[in-house]
Antibody, heavy 119, light 108 residues
């Protein structure tokens, strides 16, 4: 079965750190870019970051640039979002999602993981 | 940064009616790299349309996407009960790959 399974998340204080994981199975991991998308409580979707299939290209939304780091481990078919200097406004459900090269959209999504930043 | 504006914010329609959702970009979207997603409460988004007009795998043919440049449309030809949800457009040509603010489709 093609799937992305997320783990990590939880609660942190402002200024703290968390790491999210996204494990891929059922497809050739190295053929797809992966995106992170988040959704604050009661709000719409916000694109956070993407990493290319090879890991050579990574891009971030301005809201997280310099604080979040996206990496992928091809040996483990896994991806990681290291979130540092967390802010209250980072509170959201975070989703990882795969996208094929070219004009394809994000067709497989993880189940989502909740991050709560509060003092 | 390109801004996507979806309209209307909320749409109230009856079963069997036609729904037309709009997504307007502040600048042209390169190669029509524009997707539509459906999201129901407590669920991850689901890809409906990519490349502005291509239905994703398994999506019923009552869903269709059209448009180019700065103006895009998602049409649902005959509303079924499971279609009432929130719909988002997203551009993914260059970063930032922004989403529109969403259109909530409610049942009358």
């Amino acid at each position: 079965e093609v799937q992305l399974v997320q783990s990590g998340g939880g609660m942190a204080q402002p200024g703290g750190s968390l790491r999210l994981s996204c494990a891929a199975s059922g497809f050739t991991f190295s053929n797809y870019e992966i995106n992170w998308v988040r959704q604050a409580p009661g709000k719409g979707l916000e694109w956070v970051s993407f990493i290319s299939s090879t890991g050579s290209t990574i891009s971030y939304a301005d809201s997280v640039k310099g604080r979040f780091t996206f990496s992928r481990d091809h040996a483990k078919n896994s991806l990681y979002l290291q979130m540092n200097s967390l802010r209250v406004e980072d509170t959201a459900v975070y989703y990882c999602a795969r996208r094929d090269y070219g004009y394809y959209g994000m067709d497989v999504w993880g189940q989502g993981t909740t991050v709560t930043v509060s003092s | 940064e390109i801004v996507l504006t979806q309209s209307p914010g909320t749409m109230t329609l009856s079963l069997g009616e036609r729904a037309t959702l709009s997504c307007r970009a502040s600048q042209s979207v390169y190669s029509n790299y524009l997707a539509w997603y459906q999201q129901k409460p407590g669920q991850a988004p689901r890809l409906l349309v990519f490349g502005a007009s291509n239905r994703a795998t398994g999506i019923p043919d009552r869903f269709s996407g059209s448009g180019s440049g700065t103006d895009f449309t998602l049409t649902i030809s005959r509303l079924e009960p499971e279609d009432f949800a929130v719909y988002y457009c997203q551009k993914y040509d260059i970063s930032p790959r922004t989403f529109g603010q969403g259109t909530k489709l409610e049942i009358k």
